[in-house]
């Protein structure tokens, strides 16, 4: 008898696995008719107009509310993968509407919309689910959710030829994370043809005013791309994302397969989307941001540091500011290491709890790039004129940020300038100016708002400066490291 429950039990889920996922919010969160939906996708990509990132997308992070409200600022992400040949998704999205622990994935079968089936790429799904380690299939987690769902028929608009694999995150520790990033970490491997998506809204808040400042803390953590420290602030609540934890696996997933640069392309929330910003009323922010790897002939590649010397480097700038604050010497260094002694600018950020504490750096490389490290460490935490010099005390709270720069490279058209990749500097008579390359993804700005902001808050200039040809514009990469990246 036990024999016959066991296999009946196994048949009920195999034919359950094949059967049509139908959709659970279509005519509410997006229009039911597929002429009309086809018709709203298409006008909302067309509005859109991303900055491309330097290199290839490896994911999406993407709004999931009503179309009306977050289709806008989905739209951004979307218009940037459209007719690329990736042909496994793997849509990463919070539970609403079921309370359960671990990760739930859809083994097979297909997800209906109104524009047609979605298969699930179920090859794919059994090599990451693992039921002791609390990856599973967990029926319910689907049965009424919506923020996978959304991300569909927008898809279905800009790829072809492709398959999903939908997961659903539960309430789920850090190790879970950790090993399900794993999991698909083994499963992609050198596969170029895997997009992964996190579904997210921002906060969710009474107060307009209340939701733009809790998003913009948000939005600063996520621009770290650390997974280990945005999970850590979405506990402390210093960050609130519904799909913070979607966030989280993906940024786990990106790092361990070289993918370490996020770019913000467009932030705002609902008051803005219907533009009714009342004092007082519910407000949710969207945010659409990609995670991309530098192409392969990206310039400034051949000054990238290994592990290791990005190791030594950030020994030294911390060796050399604890023997500065006892003695007020400089420490003597010897390396033999050539790409360390090449002749290379640098600049050293001292950051004390996540917010700045001192940041000095020489664009020009004078002096061999270890050398450079040394004495703007010293700059750093003693000579930035904005703060007082730090002390014995503060140093263990300190956490060491090292650009190490590309030489400068003259451009004549900001066409040759890669929001996200390059560093500029302005010079025009006497004044010029400098941002980082992670200015641009600290901020969200889109090119021209960059080069604004450089002219009028760093160099002293109009902010339209940069469009005087007597303005000369250089771009450099940098090298960005920091202590504890994960």
């Not at 499963?187 to 906060?203: E, K």
């Amino acid at each position: 008898m036990k024999r016959i429950a066991a296999f009946f039990c196994v048949f009920l889920l195999s034919a359950f696995a094949f059967a049509a996922k139908e959709p659970n919010v279509a005519g509410q969160f997006y229009p039911k008719d597929k002429v009309e939906l086809a018709k709203n996708i298409d006008e909302m990509l067309k509005e859109a107009n991303p900055q491309a990132p330097g290199g290839e997308i490896f994911a999406l992070i993407s709004p999931h509310a009503g179309y009306d409200f977050s289709g806008p600022t989905a739209a951004f992400g979307y218009k940037l993968i459209k007719g690329k040949p990736y042909k496994t998704v793997i849509i990463i999205a919070p539970s609403h509407q079921y309370a359960f622990r671990g990760i739930s994935i859809y083994p097979s079968g297909v997800f209906r919309t109104p524009l047609g089936d979605v298969n699930i790429d179920e090859d794919f799904c059994k090599k990451i689910i693992d039921a002791a380690s609390g990856i599973d299939f967990v029926e319910a987690a689907f049965s009424e959710e919506h923020s996978l769902e959304v991300q569909l028929p927008f898809l279905q608009r800009v790829l072809k030829d492709f398959k999903i694999v939908p997961v659903i995150i539960g309430d789920s520790d850090f190790k879970t994370l950790q090993v399900f990033s794993d999991k698909l970490s083994e499963a992609i491997t050198a596969r170029r043809d895997v997009l992964l998506i996190a579904s997210t809204d921002l906060c969710h808040s009474y107060d307009y005013e209340q939701t733009e400042a809790i998003d913009k803390d948000t939005i600063t953590e996520v621009n770290k791309m650390s997974g280990s420290d945005l999970y850590k602030k979405l506990k402390e609540g210093k960050a609130q994302m519904c799909g913070g934890l979607p966030v989280v696996a993906v940024m786990l997933t990106a790092k361990k397969l070289g993918h370490e640069k996020i770019m913000v392309l467009k932030h705002t929330n609902s008051a803005e989307a219907t533009g009714k910003k009342i004092k007082g009323a519910w407000t949710v922010g969207y945010m659409s941001a990609v995670v991309d790897k530098p192409s392969e002939k990206a310039e400034g590649e051949n000054n990238m540091l290994n592990d290791k010397q990005k190791k030594r480097l950030l020994e030294i700038a911390r060796k050399t500011i604890e023997e500065y604050i006892v003695t007020g010497k400089k420490a003597e260094f010897s390396e033999n290491d050539p790409k360390l002694k090449e002749a290379r600018g640098a600049f050293v950020t001292l950051r004390e709890n996540n917010e700045l504490r001192g940041c000095i750096g020489n664009m020009v490389g004078q002096k061999p790039l270890y050398l450079t490290v040394r004495d703007m460490a010293i700059e750093s935490a003693a000579g930035d004129p904005r703060f007082s010099p730090v002390t014995s005390q503060e140093l263990k709270n300190i956490k060491i940020e090292i650009s190490a720069l590309s030489p400068l490279k003259k451009i004549k058209s900001i066409d040759e300038f890669q929001l996200g990749i390059h560093g500029v500097v302005v010079k025009k008579g006497f004044n010029s100016g400098v941002f980082l390359p992670q200015v641009a993804t600290e901020t969200g700005w889109a090119k021209e708002e960059f080069l604004s902001n450089l002219c009028s808050e760093k160099a002293g200039l109009p902010a339209d400066a940069w469009k005087d040809p007597s303005c000369e514009i250089y771009v450099f990469t940098a090298d960005v490291f920091s202590e504890n990246e994960n």
